[in-house]
């Protein structure tokens, strides 16, 4: 009985370390819902967006966040703008991929990830002006319908902070490369517009640029993000 008793003892701690190990990678494959505080109030494009991520190793996780926008769902600096108008129409969605850094404490963690995104803005735009492709000529008009598409990579860096077990937020900045396409169609009473002795339009921060410049054009992204997330 004890020579069993011995034999026994190896296989009971071996199948006690694997059923442990088996427990701290069911804890450690979790999942993050996400709600950007950014997106809907401090942009010009308002929209909604919410995301899920999901660890698939100890230390990768994959994502995908989608958003959503319209006139009559914007507040903030949307509707304060020109940017927006009653027939505002915003959809986007970003997959990415994410690596955990070493955590320096139990409420922070760091991780950098690669994001793609796609960006589809439609409008219809009464009484405004809108720039070609290198910023000249300007032409004004009575009515237009406007369309932009943007495409793109990110590299970010997240930094999430755990008010709890389950609640914090992540704050995400990051630099990639960006492919923008705005297209106008419809155009009524277009009128040409010199607009040579200009300096930049009084554009501030080259929106004016990045929003009414006609044509494809491709430069660098600039990617900042404050969000409130769940740990499910």
Not at 26 to 53: C, D, H, K, W
Not at 149 to 154: A, D, Q, W, Y
Not at 159 to 168: A, C, I, K, T, W
Request: cysteine-free.
């Amino acid at each position: 009985m004890k020579n069993k008793t011995i034999y026994l003892l190896p296989v009971l701690t071996l199948l006690s370390l694997q059923v442990k190990a088996q427990d701290t990678i069911q804890a450690e494959r979790s999942s993050i819902v996400t709600l950007s505080l950014l997106s809907p109030t401090f942009s010009f494009a308002p929209r909604y967006n919410v995301g899920y991520m999901y660890r698939v190793a100890p230390r990768w996780w994959v994502g995908l966040e989608a958003g959503y926008g319209t006139y009559g769902s914007s507040f903030g600096m949307g509707t304060s703008s020109d940017y927006a108008d009653k027939d505002y129409r915003i959809f986007e969605v970003r997959p990415e991929v994410f690596y955990s850094l070493r955590n320096p404490s139990r409420k922070l963690k760091h991780l950098v990830s690669a994001e793609f995104f796609y960006i589809n803005h439609k409008d219809h735009f009464t009484t405004d002006s809108y720039y070609e492709n290198h910023g000249y000529p300007e032409y004004r008009y009575d009515a237009a319908d406007y369309k932009r598409i943007k495409t793109g990579v990110n590299i970010n860096y997240n930094l999430l902070f755990y008010f709890s077990d389950r609640v914090g937020l992540n704050w995400k900045t990051g630099f990639g490369v960006k492919r923008r396409d705005i297209t106008y169609s419809n155009v009524v009473n277009k009128t040409f517009v010199d607009n040579s002795g200009d300096d930049e339009h009084g554009d501030w921060f080259g929106i004016d640029r990045s929003i009414e410049q006609n044509g494809t054009h491709t430069n660098l992204s600039f990617n900042m993000d404050l969000k409130l997330f769940y740990k499910i």
